[in-house]
């Protein structure tokens, strides 16, 4: 008894967007197995993989069509590496945000590290920091994913060490991740407004200079206090000074409230909860050079911008500290800049997903191009899953809700851990179907105990 799917699968028709990449139906096949096998092992590991795979489980030799896929030993018609899989998942992310009926893209870029703490034999492997702050071997990364309220996608990524002969700085790392992006959204630019959400790791003029010469805007907590800017008294003078001595110019402009994980009062530890916010602001001028970390000497700007301060009130959380070239003068774009930046809580929820859910800390190869190619292909299979939760009313995703012990809860929605979950338990499912199929064939039957076990189980809508 075997069961087969009648309706056309997601994730077939999901990994079809590669097959311009693919040279051949076993690399296409082996391929979306390993993308499968991803899902459902939630991890990087090629043996996981693999035994996760309803194909390639049933062969000896599965965990080395793995590796070999990500070498590119068995991909010579073919580009799956690191490089040109990125490529590819940033022109589906480009056609997903055109298509969406919002004027505004929220692109959120980060860098997490790929931390390897027990490593040894690993290709240039470098040193990054654990969640203590103590150092550890393993792996940079930047990424940039573009949000709408209906849409996600990965723009832009790429794994790096400093210790790889390829490596020039992490600021040119930047660059290349800014340059390439804006590039790819270039088209989008004459009928929607981009917006850049950055952490206080791109508090760097090159970085603004870059994005505002792309015709963005940005929204940047602030790192450097001692910034030298210009800013107004309270007779409403121009004064030289620190961004730091700016903060005593705010001007209270709003309240409002959001959800996140805070400790208050007396409470013993931090839980998310709901909170009060205060958010004030004052105008700024930086003055700034254009050849900043470029060869030629360049000009010198100066452009008007705005610090905002949002106060969690009622915790004794340090306040947001951020710099924005979107106007900020009253209570309505006030709330707008402090909406803009909770976004970018989301792309911290992304890398949790990843590193959780498809195993990204987890890869074990010692070839430099396989790591990158594998990480990227959990950028893929993360892909398939962001689509998943693009749609509640679509029937298979609350079915896959409920595989993964989702609990209906009115205005909350189940998140990618929980489909990821519920996919796995359905990939099981599959793998299990297809081993004892192939047992049952090759040995002319199960084994006795086995089928007195399995003896009063039928079709999945008998069950």
């Not at 996608?153 to 390829?166: N, Q, R």
């Not at 407004?193 to 963005?216: H, M, P």
Request: hydrophobic share 40%.
């Amino acid at each position: 008894m075997e069961w087969k799917t009648t309706w056309n699968d997601p994730l077939t028709s999901y990994v079809a967007a590669f097959d311009q990449l693919i040279g051949d139906k076993r690399t296409r096949k082996t391929f979306e197995e390993t993308i499968r096998g991803i899902i459902g092992a939630g991890s990087l590991v090629c043996q996981r993989i693999a035994g996760q795979s309803p194909i390639l489980s049933q062969g000896k030799k599965g965990a080395q069509r793995v590796i070999r896929l990500a070498m590119g030993e068995s991909t010579q018609r073919s580009n799956l590496d690191d490089r040109h899989l990125t490529a590819r998942l940033r022109e589906v992310a480009v056609e997903q945000l055109e298509q969406a009926p919002e004027e505004e893209i929220w692109l959120i870029a980060d860098g997490s590290d790929l931390r390897k703490p027990y490593a040894e034999t690993m290709p240039y492997l470098m040193q990054v920091k654990d969640l203590e702050g103590n150092l550890v071997p393993g792996y940079r990364t930047i990424n940039v994913i573009g949000v709408t309220p209906g849409r996600r996608g990965l723009l832009y990524h790429h794994l790096f060490s400093s210790h790889a002969p390829d490596f020039r700085s992490e600021a040119a790392e930047t660059q290349e991740a800014l340059s390439m992006v804006s590039q790819a959204l270039s088209s989008l630019n004459e009928h929607k407004t981009i917006t850049w959400l950055l952490d206080s790791g791109f508090d760097d003029v090159a970085v603004w200079r870059t994005i505002w010469e792309a015709g963005e805007h940005l929204v940047c907590r602030v790192y450097h206090q001692e910034r030298l800017v210009s800013f107004q008294d309270q007779q409403g003078q121009w004064q030289e000074g620190s961004v730091g001595q700016a903060r005593a110019q705010m001007r209270k402009l709003a309240r409002g409230q959001t959800t996140l994980v805070a400790k208050r009062g007396k409470q013993p530890r931090a839980k998310m909860q709901p909170v009060e916010v205060e958010i004030a602001a004052c105008p700024l001028r930086l003055s700034y050079s254009t050849g900043v970390r470029r060869k030629q000497a360049g000009t010198r700007l100066t452009r008007e911008v705005w610090l905002v301060e949002v106060r969690i009130l009622g915790t004794d959380q340090e306040p947001w500290l951020l710099l924005t070239d979107w106007p900020v003068t009253n209570e309505q774009s006030a709330a707008r800049i402090f909406t803009m930046y909770r976004q970018r809580w989301g792309v911290e929820d992304s890398f949790k997903f990843l590193k959780t859910c498809l195993g990204w800390e987890e890869v074990q190869v010692l070839d430099w191009q396989a790591l990158r190619t594998l990480v990227a292909l959990a950028w893929v299979a993360a892909g398939f899953l962001y689509d998943l939760g693009v749609s509640w009313d679509w029937a298979e995703v609350q079915l896959l809700a409920k595989l993964g012990g989702w609990e209906p809860h009115k205005g909350r929605k189940p998140g990618k851990i929980t489909l990821q979950r519920g996919l796995s338990r359905l990939l099981d499912m599959l793998v299990t179907q297809a081993v004892l199929s192939q047992y049952e064939t090759t040995h002319h039957g199960l084994p006795p105990k086995i089928a007195a076990f399995l003896r009063n189980w039928g079709s999945p809508h008998e069950l």
